[in-house]
């Protein structure tokens, strides 16, 4: 038998597929595979972080007294005030006995309020000061412990934390820097981002928390109008509070709504709030 070593066409190892496009192809893949796992992840924290004791949310904030200006936080008018709403409005919900709602205050001129871990809301001195009637007033209240009650903070921390691992597990990270920096720092806890179903959800509750302590819900349409009537102007001066909840002007109608256009001045007392600077 005659062996014979014959020659090897030049490409018979080489793809006839461009390296760029199978470049593509792969990093397509990636990225379709790293959307899958974290949108199961934040599914799967959502779930669970309903499931975790309010108590461990208290003990989380406790470990971040970094949050700017807490731990030398002063009691004052405003916020004796505001605690006292708050309080009120926590007995109308359907909230667990161990939950309490501690009210903190800011003397900054920001219209901004919002809810995070632990049962603690943040009030500034620039939204207190905007409302004529306690109703309006109670109506932010009512809305940011509707996060809380509803258990929004926490859920918003777990699908944050789980994406947070997701991107160091899929993009490599040594030190873990990714984690460490979301939770490293109070910061996060004073900028949890909540879905607009979330915020639909706090309004319908907060209006009808607002309604079971007053008898009725006038005054709270003063709240989206204020919102309105800001959104209109500049974006670069739009507040934070408008940042990130659905359209003021749909808020303002879904509460016209639920008073069925009956209520007016002079269907409901309308408390003055003590804390208005015209």
Known sequence: MQYQNPKLPDDINVTRSHPLKTFVKLLTMAAVLAVIVILSLNLFAQYMAKAIPFRFESAIMERFKAIDGIEKEKPSVPQFYLQDLADRILAQSD??????????????????AFATLGGNVFFYKGLVQKLKSEQALAMVMA???????NRDPITALGRGLSTAIALSAIFGSSDNALIRRFVGSGETLTSLKYSRDHERNADDDGYDWINKLYGHGCGAEELFELFENMSTDDDSNLPEILTTHPYASKRLQRIREKQDNTCTYSSGKITPNPLYKD
């Open 95 to 112: 909230a667990p006995e161990d939950m309490k709602i501690t009210v903190h205050y800011s003397d900054e001129d920001v219209v901004n």
């Open 143 to 149: 809305h940011e412990i509707a996060h809380i009650v």
